[in-house]
């Protein structure tokens, strides 16, 4: 295995999908196994599982071993959507109606709540569990506590009395990216050592493989972000961070350092507005793009694979090395 495509990569990590509808079914009721399937068979790139099975391999164990620890972090990522979406009251993911959109937020907190359980089941299939366990409860930890940054990166939406009381007006970048770090790297950290756990091999790879996935997943969310506001046909509601109320995005952040205080101004009020309609959106989007941020983000974010690819260096000419580096382009190349 040497370069792949995205396609490629894509089928690598759907190879986890047998093992999750299998983990899903036991014990669980026969009416109640649609709804359970649902949001694995709307679509996904399993990047995150993917991730674990070729670390797995570049450390010199076999995919196979790592098929339990993939659909393990699988889990966690999926979980952790449908969480989003409830939080966020997301419409739209994967081009598809979300979980709570098509069964309703009270059976939505039932499917999240019974992927946590099956998360358990699947991480006592995997080699070292109690270091595997131990790497995904933390990512987990992390995982919530970015979601409680996003959401204090909200401007407006939502009258919580500990978010009113502790909303984020004025951001700096460092802290958005201590929110990303938490929110969306650390699982990419979490999918990269796993594997190498998976294929049992010593602390220096699994050290240098965390970093890599460290840093894809800054470059990968910094990506999402721009794909939220200037991308098209990615499969989810057009400018939803805006919608959301959601100054915690890279491409807004950094346009509004460029802006003149008319048009930051007419910015920040979209985002404060109690709710931002389509054309309001619309006009928020317009602003973006007149400024330097896609490209800023874009060169941010390629910078950060940069650094990731270094940690390749532990891997000596293993035909991995490449394999892993052309996962971290397509994480930040993808068009959806």
Request: a positive charge; charged letters at 25%.
């Amino acid at each position: 295995m040497s370069r792949l495509s995205l396609t490629e990569i894509i089928r690598v990590g759907r190879k986890v999908d047998p093992v999750i509808l299998r983990a899903l079914s036991h014990d669980s009721a026969k009416e109640f196994r649609p709804s359970l399937y649902y949001h694995f068979q709307v679509g996904g790139k399993r990047m995150r599982a993917a991730m674990v099975m070729l670390c797995c391999a570049a450390s010199g164990g076999r995919i196979q071993n790592a098929l339990n620890p993939a659909a393990a972090v699988e889990m966690v990522h999926n979980y952790s959507l449908v969480m989003d979406d409830m939080i966020d009251r997301g419409e739209i993911r994967r081009g598809k109606p979300t979980v709570r959109r098509e069964f309703g937020d009270s059976t939505s907190l039932l499917i999240a709540m019974f992927y946590r359980e099956v998360l358990d089941d699947l991480i006592q299939e995997c080699p070292r569990r109690a270091v595997i366990r131990k790497i995904a409860v933390t990512a987990m930890k992390e995982i919530i506590d970015g979601e409680r940054l996003d959401l204090q990166f909200e401007q407006a939406g939502r009258d919580d009395p500990f978010l009113t009381a502790h909303r984020i007006r004025k951001p700096s970048f460092q802290l958005y990216l201590e929110m990303i770090g938490k929110k969306t790297a650390s699982l990419f950290q979490a999918a990269a050592e796993i594997g190498a756990h998976s294929a049992q091999t010593g602390p220096r790879i699994v050290q240098a493989l965390g970093s890599f996935g460290w840093k894809v997943g800054l470059a990968f969310q910094v990506m999402d972000d721009v794909l939220d506001i200037c991308g098209e046909g990615t499969g989810k509601q057009e400018a939803k961070d805006v919608v959301e109320h959601k100054l915690g995005n890279a491409a807004i952040l950094i346009a509004m350092k460029y802006l003149h205080e008319k048009d930051k101004a007419e910015l920040q009020g979209i985002l404060t507005s109690p709710r931002v309609s389509g054309r309001q959106a619309a006009k928020a989007k317009q602003l973006v793009m007149k400024t330097p941020a896609e490209l800023a983000c874009k060169q941010i974010a390629s910078e950060y694979l940069q650094e990731a690819k270094e940690h390749l260096t532990v891997l000596g000419r293993s035909r991995y090395a490449v394999t892993l580096s052309d996962f971290g382009d397509h994480a930040i190349k993808r068009a959806f």
